[in-house]
């Protein structure tokens, strides 16, 4: 494997950074009116939905109505969570200034508190993608999903936890922000823990209490309709998240990185690593909306704090940057990265990583540079 | 009067109102019932406050007058204190500070603003004004108020658009049927930059405790000419050692006055409101001090990154990427102007949240933290 460090002349990577730099510079400069009103009409579909989903639900008792409302109310959960929550707690509209805009005030429609999140995503895997034993999200304490990984008698029920976590996903991003992990390998102490745990208290009685209680009760005899209505909401859009978000970061060519490899790290580096630790998926307009633009996951991971609706107006001149300088860019659809997702997953529960280094060619920029050297 | 009420089936009705608001709370959360309110009129949100404009008239060239009335929330002002005023410009929503121009009784706002050169949000609503525009609205604030029991004998100086607090304080002295006596002085470049000068008169003709007084800096032709002298004083209010003066206006307005009253020892008995706009950055080497208000800690500008600045300061604020990525290290600056190192764009406007990592101060700074 090539580490990170020679894929480019330090050269190269400073004129790399500098174009992605101008390249963030230009779409910055061109943010205004359009970026706010989509997003504000993205929310009021969402939240039209979210009514007409609920309302639907008091008719639970015709098929159709349950039907009907669900898928709503499903929707309504996805548009929430992934092109406006994870988008505008990412601080893609704090220049707007509008208060239900702000990052920091963001909350969203899962079981996660936003400031949590904001902790173990914004920083914690934005800052550090793809470095093993830093980013928290390369297989979230619970998968083995890189060969980096150590392996373990555990990991043989892989394929048995990712299932899991898929269908449990909102449970699974809440109490990764507890970092049990850490606690039980002791580099944190469960006392540090007060604040992070006292915030998902207060936000999951609240979630569950709107969709599991409150709801169900209003509808009165229709209740187990009305609860079975709104988790399966629930489920649809954890199956949908865990998707997109594995699709984005685990399919078969995706890199990973040791914290050596990418310590004292240059803007330009660390936009090198963004784009080699990042994958795509290919689709249609709704289905971009639909995955909050995290179907430009490599576009996303470079410029986090852009409006994602920029993303698929940018897709092409980053993948253009990225041949200029030999950079792979991985992009396929969601059948082909969902396939070789799961595939890693049952590979990755077996022992094997690591130790047989794949034979790779040099990356084609160095030595072309290597042999300009020596002509 | 209308029927009367029992209290205890009062109470019970609020209470119910109420429990039936946080009902509506608990289903709605997170987002909370102003999200889903406001999608169906902006007007009915129950916590913020919004005002919808529902007059706008053009007294002057460059000013306008809005009539704006507020939504539930609106609590009331006192005479004399500003509100902030919020519109969405290219997307951006920008905030302003204005005094009402209205009497403190009655439920409605009365704003009169003066489209400044290259001002942002007040040429937007000298140019956009019109009924229906939905503004944002805060709380009032501002200690420029008229004490309880209102005094006596009230000297009320302005100049320019300075006139907008002193008028509501008139208005509010004159509704509340005040015995006593009133001068209003108002200085204005000529008579046709003056302000509300028909409705002044009128309300002279009709109380004979106010007398008003209108000079002009740069024509003949009013009841003063040229800019404020201590003479002045003793002409059109001969008892104003004895008075309460409110004053408001221009710097060199309020810096004359106030040397006066400061020589003849009478500083306790002004009481002024500025109006500073957004100062202008200069340049070149670091300068001025940051100020971490909620710690109090203050240090000389070193022209660092705030970040690094609260650090050097002994501070430990939240922070993540430190380079601009997470929004760990979000703040509210309070006042002062900062340049973000990454865009290079400026931002002069007070209470707007910076990120401390990429944001260095230009000049003087106060950060929340
Ligand atoms: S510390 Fe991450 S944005 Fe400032």
Same mark, same amino acid.
């Given at each position: ?9 330090? *050269? ?6 500098? *174009? ?12 205004? /009116? ?36 669900? =898928? ?21 509209? &704090? ?14 429609? $899962? ?63 809440? !109490? ?62 954890? #199956? ?9 970061? @685990? ?10 490899? $990418? ?13 080699? +630790? ?5 689709? +249609? ?38 041949? /200029? ?10 059948? /082909? ?29 160095? /030595? ?8 | ?25 608990? #289903? !709605? ?18 916590? *913020? ?12 060239? &460059? ?43 009655? =439920? ?35 200690? @420029? ?16 658009? =300075? ?57 003949? +032709? ?22 309460? $003066? ?56 070193? +022209? ?66």
């Amino acid at each position: 494997m090539t580490g990170l460090q020679d894929r480019l002349t330090p *050269e190269q990577v400073e004129a790399f950074g500098r *174009e992605m730099d101008e390249l963030r510079q230009r779409i910055v400069a061109d943010l205004g /009116k359009e970026d706010v009103d989509y997003i504000q009409n993205l929310i009021r579909t969402q939240r039209a939905l979210e009514v007409v989903g609920r309302g639907l639900l008091f008719a639970g008792f015709f098929p159709p109505a349950w039907i009907a409302g669900v =898928g709503a109310l499903s929707l309504s959960k996805i548009l929430d969570n992934m092109e406006i929550g994870h988008n505008v707690m990412h601080g893609q509209y &704090d220049w707007t200034r509008i208060p239900e805009l702000s990052s920091q005030r963001f909350e969203w429609d $899962t079981l996660a508190p936003a400031e949590n999140w904001r902790h173990s995503h914004n920083y914690v895997h934005h800052t550090y993608t793809n470095v093993l034993d830093k980013d928290r999200d390369i297989g979230y304490g619970i998968l083995r999903m890189d060969e980096g990984q150590k392996w373990h008698p555990y990991y043989l029920g892989n394929p048995v936890y990712a299932t899991l976590l898929a269908i449990f996903f909102q449970w699974g991003v809440m !109490l990764h922000d507890l970092e049990v992990e850490k606690v039980l390998k002791g580099e944190r102490k469960v006392s540090e823990l007060k604040e992070v745990r006292a915030r998902i208290l207060r936000k999951a009685g609240r979630q569950l209490g709107k969709d599991y209680l409150l709801f169900p009760a209003l509808t009165g005899p229709l209740a187990p309709l009305t609860f079975l209505g709104n988790a399966t909401a629930n489920l649809t859009r954890n #199956l949908w998240a865990f998707a997109i978000i594995f699709c984005g970061h @685990f399919p078969a060519d995706v890199e990973s990185f040791t914290e050596e490899e $990418t310590e004292n790290e240059t803007r330009g580096q660390w936009y090198l690593r963004q784009i080699l +630790g990042s994958a795509n998926i290919e689709g +249609g307009k709704l289905f971009h909306i639909l995955s909050g633009n995290l179907s430009h996951q490599i576009e996303h991971h470079l410029f986090p704090d852009i409006p994602a609706r920029r993303y698929p107006e940018i897709a092409g001149e980053v993948r253009a940057i990225c041949a /200029k300088y030999g950079l792979p860019y991985h992009a396929g659809p969601l059948r /082909k990265q969902l396939a070789s997702v799961a595939k890693k997953i049952v590979k990755l529960a077996l022992p094997g990583g690591r130790s047989e280094p794949s034979p790779e060619p040099e990356p084609a920029t160095v /030595k072309r540079e290597r042999e300009l050297t020596a002509a | 009067m209308a029927v009367q009420v029992p209290r205890r089936l009062r109470r019970g009705a609020r209470g119910r109102a109420r429990s039936l608001a946080s009902l509506a709370e608990a #289903l !709605l959360t997170p987002h909370g019932m102003d999200r889903y309110l406001e999608l169906l009129d902006p007007m009915l949100v129950r916590r *913020e406050i919004r005002g919808v404009v529902t007059a706008v008239r053009r007294q002057t060239a &460059d000013t306008v007058t809005l009539t704006v009335r507020p939504s539930r929330a609106w609590r009331g002002f006192s005479a004399g204190q500003y509100v902030r005023v919020s519109v969405d410009i290219d997307g951006v929503r920008r905030t302003r500070c204005y005094s009402p121009t209205c009497s403190e009784h009655g =439920g409605q706002l009365e704003l009169t603003v003066k489209a400044q050169e290259n001002g942002l949000v007040s040429g937007h609503l000298h140019r956009h004004a019109a009924p229906g525009m939905v503004l944002g609205l805060s709380q009032p604030a501002g200690e @420029f108020t008229l004490p309880a029991p209102r005094p006596r004998r009230v000297l009320l100086i302005s100049g320019g658009s =300075g006139i907008t607090p002193v008028l509501s304080m008139l208005r509010t002295l004159v509704d509340e049927g005040h015995r006593g006596e009133v001068v209003f002085l108002h200085y204005a470049n000529t008579a046709a930059d003056v302000l509300y000068g028909a409705e002044l008169t009128e309300l002279a003709q009709r109380h004979p405790g106010l007398r008003v007084v209108l000079a002009y800096t740069h024509e003949r +032709g009013g009841d003063l000419h040229g800019f404020f002298e201590p003479a002045q004083l003793r002409e059109v209010a001969p008892w104003y050692r004895e008075a309460q $003066t409110y004053l408001c206006g221009p710097l060199p307005l309020l810096d004359s006055v106030r040397a006066t009253f400061g020589s003849e020892g009478l500083s306790e008995q002004l009481h002024t409101e500025e109006f500073t706009p957004p100062p202008v950055p200069a340049d070149g080497a670091a300068h001025g001090q940051v100020r971490f208000t909620h710690s109090g800690r203050e240090i000389a500008n070193s +022209g660092k990154p705030l970040l690094e600045q609260a650090e050097d300061a002994g501070l430990r604020p939240e922070h993540g990427c430190r380079m601009g990525i997470c929004f760990s290290c979000t703040k509210v600056k309070t006042s002062g102007c900062v340049r973000n190192a990454r865009t290079g764009e400026l931002s002069p406007e007070d209470n707007v949240e910076i990120q401390l990592c990429i944001s260095v101060p230009v000049g003087d700074v106060e950060i929340n933290a």
